[in-house]
């Protein structure tokens, strides 16, 4: 599938461009690891990935072999799979706690002119095989993308796709339970949940399922984007559940609904409740966000003492009726491509390679939740944070009345002779 992609000269003027493709791929890899794999000498490869992906305990991250039935699956069901191993440092007082966990990333499996109802079970029927591919493979917990029972058409602001919301305890959980408490996995689903106890209110919420199909609870998506097409409040606004972490047999977890992902503070918040491990499902474009992709929940990892588990849809989703961004361009039936590359990040600056930027993807790794204290240890961020310099500024600045602490030069605005 993987290629070279022959280059252009632009103008005449000898400046060699890639060709543009539309099939979301880097000249025509999957990812940019793909890319730099097959094009680079080894020893080099090897040392731009150690730049690019960090160290884990002092060497690269480790891949997993998994059995030759799991990968001849996701042949047969043509989607991603990779496999790596985060680990800690061995201690004296505790045991390891390693926990075995997922993320999946899909595209949408019919066109949205199809019957809705036709749509979301056919999502079903394309999840069913990763998601039990995933169980199989002894995943503990599997974080599935924002809205994956759907396609992403908040921001066509077309009311009509409201058909999609459903309960907290609706048909999509249900269809998760059974999965859940077939491999003892506990299942993160990003839905449109329609609160049916407050006048049909829509929200974007995390439903958690535990490992014995029971629900553990919910967290809505606390910062809507009004950013060009993403104006999502045309269907939901701010979520009211507060940062909850949720305790699991397998660890503390958080969900940072996408958009959360570029407030420092709602990842802080995580954090400060508990968090071992923060999700961020997800549905971005690539020009929209994609420089910021492997940066911010990176940035976060690190700064926050946890893993982090990024998911983004994958493909392009062509809608019926065109719109517009406000932006004077042209209307247009879609977003653009939804590029993938799932990823996870570890407290110590190290990360994974990304799933593909245009296949349906399961992406597997071990991680030793022992690294979340270790490496608040080593560094300190907890213990060196000023937390009450903080909380004084920010009650000051809800102030109607405050002012910025500004110092300004006294003689900046002296004339010279």
């Known amino acids: 599938m993987e290629k070279n992609q022959e280059v252009e000269t632009k103008n005449g003027e000898g400046v060699e461009e890639s060709k543009s493709l539309k099939d979301g791929s880097i000249c025509g890899y999957e990812s940019l690891h793909s890319l730099l794999s097959a094009n680079l000498k080894p020893e080099i490869f090897q040392e731009v990935s150690r730049l690019l992906l960090g160290l884990n305990c002092g060497r690269a991250i480790d891949t997993i072999v998994l059995p030759e039935s799991t990968k001849a699956l996701s042949s ?81 602001r077309e009311k009509r796709w409201c058909e999609f919301a459903e309960p907290v305890d609706g048909e999509s959980t249900r269809f998760l339970q059974d999965l ?41 998506k606390n910062h809507i984007p009004r950013v060009g097409d993403f104006n999502e409040s045309t269907y939901y606004m701010e979520g009211n559940t507060g940062h909850p ?49 492997p940066i911010e ?33 042209p209307q247009h039936a879609d977003f653009g491509h939804f590029y993938g590359s799932s990823h996870f990040s570890a407290p110590d600056a190290s990360c994974t390679p990304s799933l593909s930027r245009n296949m349906d993807g399961l992406l597997i790794s071990d991680m ?33 009345d405050f002012k910025p602490q500004v110092i300004s030069d006294p003689l900046l605005h002296k004339k010279t002779l």
């Open 180 to 220: 859940a408490l077939k491999f003892n996995m506990v299942i993160i689903s990003s839905i449109l949940e329609r609160d049916v106890n407050h006048g049909e209110t829509l929200w974007n919420t995390a439903v958690i399922i535990g490992n014995h199909g029971n629900i553990i609870g919910k967290h809505r």
């Open 76 to 156: 047969e069901h043509d989607f991603d799979l990779q496999a790596f191993c985060f680990h800690a440092d061995k201690e004296l007082l505790r045991a390891p706690r390693v926990v075995r966990v997922g993320l999946i990333q899909n595209s949408i499996s019919l066109p949205t002119t199809a019957p809705f109802l036709d749509q979301k079970r056919a999502i079903f029927q394309k999840l069913k095989p990763i998601i039990e591919v995933a169980g199989s493979s002894g995943v503990n917990i599997v974080c599935l993308q924002e809205a994956w029972m759907m396609p992403f058409a908040f921001c066509t």
């Open 245 to 293: 972490v949720f305790e699991t047999a397998y660890g503390k977890i958080g969900v940072n609904i996408c958009y959360g992902r570029h407030h420092p503070l709602n990842w802080l918040a995580f954090g400060l409740n508990g968090a071992e491990i923060v999700f961020n499902p997800s549905a971005t474009v690539g020009e929209l966000s994609e420089p910021m992709w």
């Open 368 to 400: 030793d939740l022992n690294l979340c204290r270790q490496l608040k240890d080593k560094w300190g961020f907890r213990m060196t944070a000023r937390y009450e310099v903080y909380a004084e500024l920010l009650a000051n600045y809800l102030k109607p």
């Open 297 to 329: 929940a990176r940035n976060a990892a690190i700064a926050n003492s946890y893993f982090v588990g990024s998911i983004n849809r994958v493909g392009t989703e062509i809608f019926p009726n065109p719109f517009t961004s406000g932006d004077g361009k």
